[in-house]
């Protein structure tokens, strides 16, 4: 007869997070195939800017990888009713409020001042489940932000966050490339610090994200908009206050920021650089930018590269940095 030991509380987690991670997955790669061309269908379409002959691809796939990482969550509470605990559904409403938005931004134009407060009081539900406001930062020591953590820094850091993955976008998948960077190192250092039971639904976004990723990843079959990038950035900004990742979250998204201030230095020098969104595509398959004033049009600008070309640097500059950030403290 052959003993064998029973089970470790390890092994389950193990198992609870393949499944939480899997399902999603798998879900997004029976259903995208069938509705990218219903989308098609219907009319959904946005120009993909930097090819050549004129490219039209479905939009708003965001909605689709947000619905089915909730379905998903919501699918195994049957089986896992006691490890869903309340923080994760407040964390889906926040996320969901910035998909409304994003919806909403895609429709009309409700102005930056209307952006600023909305956002603002779309992270506010989050505060009640911070429970530490004691951080460890490098070269300085413990320092408690008590209230000021409370009722600035988290409703503040969220929507900066989903601006700063909104704005770092434009090549085919390159934000939710970088989003799924982004989410798997933070959902890797919650896992080793043993807190993931309250990121459960970040796990189940990213089984979904990493199956979406394929389906926008050059060529782009479908683009998530707005709702997409507005959420996602929601999700990780809202991981990492949760979980108390506020300086090794900066240091992940140092690519992000430097990006938003190259665009604010742009936007103080627009007469000797005018406003463009996109370059396009030469002949020769490489891609010819404005300038070198976002992160994207650095290297395209000075070498002549591909549009996939400059989306594999920018993954390689983002893992640099999601490298120091994992072994960052806090």
């Not at 209230?147 to 969220?158: C, G, K, N, R, S």
Request: with cysteine; hydrophobic share 55%.
């Amino acid at each position: 007869m052959v003993f064998s030991l029973p089970p470790s509380p390890e092994d389950y987690r193990l198992v609870m997070v393949i499944i939480f991670f899997l399902i999603p997955f798998l879900f997004m790669m029976i259903a995208l195939p069938q509705l990218i061309p219903k989308l098609r269908l219907k009319g959904h379409l946005v120009r993909d800017m930097y090819k050549k002959t004129l490219t039209e691809v479905p939009n708003n796939g965001g909605l689709i990888l947000l619905l089915i990482a909730i379905f998903s969550l919501s699918i195994l509470t049957l089986f896992y009713p006691k490890v869903i605990t309340p923080i994760n559904f407040t964390i889906i409403v926040v996320v969901v409020l910035f998909a409304l938005y994003g919806l909403l931004d895609d429709m009309v134009n409700i102005g930056r001042p209307a952006k600023l407060i909305l956002l603002y009081y779309c992270a506010y539900p989050l505060i009640p489940y911070i429970t530490a406001t004691v951080f460890f930062i490098p070269l300085i020591g413990e320092v408690d932000l008590s209230i000021f953590y409370l009722q600035i820094i988290i409703p503040t850091y969220v929507p900066v966050v989903a601006n700063l993955v909104n704005m770092h976008s434009g090549f085919n998948g390159i934000a939710p490339g970088l989003s799924l960077m982004l989410l798997a190192t933070l959902l890797l250092k919650t896992f080793v610090d043993g807190n993931l039971y309250n990121a459960l639904f970040f796990l189940s976004l990213a089984g979904a994200l990493l199956a979406y990723f394929f389906f926008e990843n050059y060529p782009a079959r479908i683009f998530w908009g707005n709702i997409g990038a507005l959420s996602v950035g929601a999700a990780i900004g809202a991981l990492i206050v949760t979980q108390g990742f506020i300086i090794s979250g900066f240091v992940m998204l140092i690519p992000h920021t430097v990006n938003f201030l190259m665009y604010v230095y742009w936007r103080m020098n627009k007469q000797k650089y005018p406003i463009a969104k996109f370059g396009r595509e030469r002949d020769d398959g490489t891609i010819e930018v404005p300038n070198p004033l976002t992160l994207k049009w650095v290297l395209p600008y000075y070498f002549r590269m591909t549009e996939k070309q400059g989306a594999y640097a920018m993954y390689a500059l983002t893992a640099v940095f999601c490298v120091i950030g994992f072994y960052v403290p806090g």
